[in-house]
């Protein structure tokens, strides 16, 4: 859907116009228009159900605390006086009974005339042979002309020109057995969905119970090690990293130095390299330009560039995903499709590592403090000083915080003491939010424009349609909320 919209937004800025005719392509295509119509995806609103459903009860809720029923738009409202009213029941009454009286009479004429042949029929002039030839030959035709008419039908339906009928009972038929699959199906992703949900946090309990003290013994020795090597390095230990660059994890995260040398290497090389593309970009500039005078208005236009989709990361990361974890895995025991424990415990895991390092980093951020003061007492360096200037270093890097923190902090929130459901009601006691009439798309019906391209072609901006209007309805508000 995120492509469809990106070449889309290509499209009408290479026209400059919202609306775009295919009426010749179907043509070429040999299709309809109801091949192109872009569908609406169903899970729209089968994950906005539940959200969608207590929206609709808040709103019922606060109609009824305000002493409102349900607001009627100015089509259902009536302005009647009384007179009028019992002018328009008079009407409907009166022709109502005009219509039993003549149905009434209907029957009486019926029952004179029946009386009338009656009285005039005579009595039987056939004989019995004949009567009961006439019989058999007026049976004979509708039995044949019976058979024959189930013979064709069966020969349609043995040849694919006709559907098989349809069973007795409509609880059998392929759409009523397809609905119930899909509804089962339904049911199955959401209690799946809920296993799923209750096994995220289940997992991480565990794993912080199991693993979380062997975890941060490792983060610990880990460090204290860093504090060594580069105390053996420089001779003196090192600043401990701030939380907004990552605390303790960016430690580790640090490239060697041959990997540093070879960035600066080619860091240098490109900014080489960038001087001399930038001298051949003017002299291929200039030549363009020395060239385009000699060429034609046509010659000299360049083509259209499509922008690059910003879906190709995405697309790339869950490829890799799918051939690095789940290509050569054998799923032939999870008929149930059931969620797999040991992937649950890798994401988890990371989570449980995240947040324990925070813990770790204030501990051994004031491990690192206490060995350095405890350096400097070694080197008969007065304490006090180096408290001090630790002190500060300290109050410094907090004031850098609580002043970038300050700086994420402008916007005020002007309802902190009110719930969502609180606000959702005043604004329906204010008449901002209404009840509105459900209208599905495929309501808003309207013919294909197949004469688009053909006036273009004569420099005439044609008129949108009904159709036309849909689909920028379904490419401008609909689709974007499923990106």
């Not at 401990?240 to 580790?252: K, L, Q, R, T």
């Not at 290497?265 to 390299?273: I, N, R």
């Not at 690192?368 to 300290?394: C, I, T």
């Not at 609180?422 to 424009?449: M, N, T, W």
Request: charge should be neutral; glycine fraction near 6%; proline fraction near 4%.
């Amino acid at each position: 859907m995120g492509r469809i919209l990106e070449l889309k937004d290509d499209m009408v800025n290479l026209e400059y116009s919202e609306f775009h005719f295919f009426d010749d392509i179907l043509s070429d295509l040999k299709a309809t228009p109801a091949d192109i119509e872009i569908p609406v995806p169903r899970y729209f609103l089968q994950e906005q159900e539940k959200e969608m459903a207590h929206r609709d009860r808040l709103l019922a809720e606060s109609s009824a605390s305000q002493g409102r029923s349900e607001q009627k738009g100015p089509r259902d409202e009536l302005l009647l006086s009384t007179e009028d009213a019992i002018r328009l029941i008079q009407i409907h009454e009166r022709a109502r009974q005009g219509r039993l009286r003549a149905s009434f009479m209907q029957e009486i004429r019926r029952r004179e005339e029946r009386e009338k042949r009656a009285a005039t029929r005579k009595g039987p002039s056939m004989d019995k042979e004949c009567a009961a030839v006439i019989v058999q030959k007026v049976w004979r035709g509708f039995s044949a002309r019976k058979l024959v008419k189930k013979e064709r039908e069966l020969e349609l339906i043995f040849l694919g020109m006709a559907p098989p009928p349809l069973p007795s009972n409509p609880r059998h038929t392929a759409q009523a057995i397809a609905a119930k699959v899909e509804a089962a199906r339904q049911a199955l992703q959401m209690q799946h969905e809920q296993e799923y949900q209750h096994a995220l946090v289940a997992v991480k309990e565990k794993l912080k119970q199991t693993e979380g003290v062997d975890m941060k013994e490792t983060m610990q020795e880990e460090i204290r090690q860093w504090f060594l090597e580069v105390r053996d390095s420089t001779g003196k230990f090192p600043e401990y990293p701030d939380e907004e660059d990552g605390g303790s994890a960016s430690i580790f995260k640090a490239k060697d130095p041959a990997e540093l040398e070879k960035e600066m290497l080619e860091g240098q090389e490109g900014g080489d390299k960038g001087k001399k593309e930038k001298k051949k970009e003017k002299a291929e500039k200039k030549e363009k330009d020395k060239g385009k005078k000699g060429k034609t208005p046509e010659q000299a236009q360049e083509g259209f560039k499509m922008t690059e989709s910003q879906f190709v990361p995405d697309i790339v990361s869950a490829s890799k995903l799918y051939t690095d974890v789940w290509q050569r895995r054998d799923e032939s025991d999870n008929l149930r499709q059931a969620y797999d424990v040991e992937t649950v415990k890798e994401e988890k895991r990371l989570e449980v590592e995240a947040e324990l390092r925070v813990h770790v980093d204030t501990l051994m951020q004031e491990e690192l403090d206490n060995l350095q003061m405890a350096v400097e007492r070694d080197k008969g360096k007065k304490g006090k000083k180096g408290g001090k200037s630790g002190k500060k270093g300290k109050k410094s890097k907090k004031g850098k915080k609580n002043a970038k923190k300050g700086k994420k902090k402008g916007e005020k929130d002007l309802t902190p003491d009110r719930t969502p459901e609180s606000l959702f009601k005043e604004l329906v006691a204010e008449g901002v939010i209404v009840d509105y009439p459900r209208v599905r798309l495929h309501d808003y019906v309207g013919e294909y424009s197949y004469l688009g391209t053909t006036l273009r072609q004569a420099n005439i901006e044609p008129m949108p349609s009904m159709s036309d209007v849909r689909r920028v309805i379904t490419e401008y508000t609909i689709l974007p909320l499923g990106e």
